[in-house]
């Protein structure tokens, strides 16, 4: 039970490599095109934080419902929690590229455009930093208390340590619901302050908590087949699709329901959204992000046979993970740039930020037992079966 995580020399060579890349690509992009490079900065980091915070969100909610069928692979999201302080170095330093992305950022084109000029007591340069400030500071205090409260439960065990992890996971929902939603208005849906969807946020969140969950899955996978996780079976696969195949109708109905709404109400100041994206190159991501999110899980998942099959969850949880970079990627992209593109710029953002995910996930994985070993459901967990 008190058995850790060990990542070889190997591994952090990746890792080091990987943001190396991303140090290139960056570089690269500041010297020839700043506007494509803030974008992708974006992209990726909202990208990894979504995962981070969906995990988190996967944590809490397993000690509201007090499910004991996942009490074994808690360390995953709790690790997973760990690189949230990065992502906000990362979108503070963000401030020097808002006039890149954002069109209300500029005092100019407000003073002459009545709509963001309404929108201008909300959307300007301080209040937005200060909301972002703001945010982060919630979930990075909020997080570590909760990591803080797993590590003592792993020494002292008991009820009332878990009611403690189960009162402060419902602070916690609660707070991410409210801050996250704000957060995607903010830092994606006011990309193009003209467009708003009242599902955005809603959209965004589901988004997070389905890919977020998907990870956590992958990463249990691995370390199954890496030796550790024994006791993992068939049944904690079957749960782990449950989740997967439920949240893709929640993201399939939501992402159907955006467009349908604007489709039929027609207003021009809604469907400019989408005529973005049926031209230039752009329609096959709106395609590919309903195929690849909703279509392919959902069909994939309805046996339960496959939902059991580990080589069969493991290739949705990667392409659940290709999904959610496409799902971002349509959402940003279009208002930035002309036609889509892929190059060192987007290669080498995304690397680098991929190794400094892995690598503050690894260091946060490695400094506790891959076992919560005083859980009060744990002996549940490690016998999981379904009748």
Known sequence: MDTKVIFTKKFYFITYGLMGLGVIGLVYGFLTDTHRTWANLLLNNY?????????AFFFSLQYITQSGWSAMFRRIPEALMAYIPYAAIIMLVMFFGLHDIYHWSHEDAVAHDELLLHKSPYLNIPFFMIRMVIFFAAWILLTRYLRKLSLQEDNLGGQVMFEKMEFW???????????????????????????????????????????????VALIAIILHKKGYFKDMNEYHLLDFSRYMFGLSIIWGYLYFSQFALIWFGNIPEETIYYAKRWDNGWMVFFYANFIINWFIP????????????????????????VGLYTDIFEQIMPDVATRPQFGLIEIGVFAGLAGLFLFA???????????????????????????
Do not use: R
């Not at 690894?362 to 070993?373: F, G, N, W």
């Open 47 to 55: 990208y990894f934080l979504s995962l981070a915070l969906g995990a």
């Open 169 to 215: 996971s419902k602070i916690f929902i609660f707070v991410l619901a409210l801050t996250f939603s704000m957060a995607s208005f903010d830092w994606i849906m006011s990309i193009d302050a003209h467009w708003y969807s009242t599902i955005f946020a809603f959209k965004n969140f589901a988004a997070a908590f389905y890919h977020g969950t998907s990870l």
């Open 298 to 321: 959902f069909i994939g998942l309805l046996p339960q046979k496959l939902d059991k099959s580990i080589n069969f969850v493991y290739f949705i949880c990667i392409l659940l993970l």
């Open 361 to 387: 996930f690894s260091k946060a994985l490695v400094k506790a037992p891959l076992i919560a070993k005083n859980h009060p459901y744990l002996e549940e967990s490690i016998h999981h079966h379904i009748h």
